[in-house]
């Protein structure tokens, strides 16, 4: 199986490298649920927009192993894997879909066979690259030392296995998943489509992870953020949704209106009806929460954020930070 998505909805990135690294025995239904998003997301910006837009970024899932060979998932399926991992691989997430431990020796002998795939995520986690882990998979981060101080979600099973293979393991038994310090981890199966909302809350939007939730039928997570739910006017959904594409680049309302062929005036006034706010107020809002979410979950300096999110002067992002939050960008990410 190769994924290749283009026109994807993005929120703050031009382009965003997503990968799933596939082990032996790995279990679809925790693979499924990304896959299900990416595909669910490109429907609903083609629905929208029109599968035409070339404004539309790209996204690329790739699927991996460590020596690049087609996977065994069960006694019976094969997945079709693109290529191995490389020392050259630069991506945005990574996901390790939960597999079968087969018990202490089962994962301990999965950890020494995999060597090299940990020191591979040892180095892209320096690169900043986010690494998602499902169950059993949370044993590959641990090894490579990514999860120095991290309480980790793991089913009740594999606790004693887990504290077998790492005497400092920390075991999150008060949550499904876990997101900090540059990791994404779930529980197992059952919280992976949780874990997956998660992931396009915050790679892409609070809205875009909200709208996932809906399909999937997990509403009751909720988060703070935007408006929930599709606007009903129709205009003013695809505005919205054109928004959260372009929003790190310069965006002209106006031109916007005449793309959809409306004059300016009808935009805003349909806008403001349907979300309480103007366009304008909109992006700026996308753009702060954009900021906020690379604050936490990534190291880039706040230059770089300011421009990822659509500001080409760094001064006049910390200006509106400031005045938004009421304290500086970098007091922000302190805090969180």
């Not at 981890?185 to 892409?204: M, P, Q, Y």
């Not at 400031?322 to 302190?334: N, Q, V, Y």
């Amino acid at each position: 199986m190769i994924i290749y998505r283009k026109r994807m909805i993005l929120h703050g990135f031009d382009m965003i490298n997503v990968a799933a690294v596939v082990l032996p025995g790995t279990f679809m239904s925790s693979l499924a649920p990304l896959i299900d998003a990416f595909d669910l997301t490109q429907e609903r910006g083609e629905r929208l927009i029109g599968a035409d837009v070339g404004s539309m970024p790209n996204v690329r899932l790739t699927l991996l192993s460590a020596d690049g060979q087609d996977m065994p998932t069960s006694r019976h399926g094969r997945l079709r894997i693109e290529r191995p991992i490389s020392s050259d691989d630069d991506f945005d997430f990574i996901w390790i879909p939960s597999f079968r431990s087969h018990g202490e020796a089962g994962l301990r002998g999965t950890m020494a066979g995999n060597r090299p795939l940990i020191e591979w995520l040892q180095r892209i986690a320096e690169r900043g690259t986010v690494i998602g882990a499902s169950g059993a998979a949370a044993a590959l981060p641990m090894s490579a030392h990514l999860a120095e101080g991290v309480k980790v979600p793991v089913a009740a099973p594999l606790v004693p296995v887990f504290r077998a293979l790492f005497p400092r393991f920390r075991h999150a038994a008060d949550t499904g998943i876990v997101h900090q310090r540059g990791l994404l981890l779930s529980r197992g199966i059952g919280h992976d489509v949780h874990a997956v909302t998660e992931l396009f809350t915050r790679f892409f939007s609070p809205e875009t992870g909200r709208w996932l939730r809906s399909v999937f039928g997990n509403e009751a997570l909720q988060d703070e953020g935007l408006p929930d739910g599709e606007p009903r006017d129709q205009l003013v959904a695809t505005a919205r949704l054109m928004l959260e594409q372009r929003f790190s680049s310069t965006v002209s309302i106006a031109a916007l209106a005449a793309e959809l062929a409306v004059s300016h005036a009808v935009l805003i006034r349909h806008f403001r009806n349907e979300m309480g706010m103007t366009p304008s107020r909109y992006v700026q809002q996308l753009r702060l929460g954009a900021a906020q979410r690379m604050l936490v979950h990534t190291t880039r300096s706040i230059d770089s954020i300011a421009a990822a999110v659509g500001y080409g002067d760094a001064r006049l992002f910390r200006e509106m930070f400031r005045k938004a939050t009421g304290i500086s960008a970098t007091e922000w990410r302190k805090s969180q």
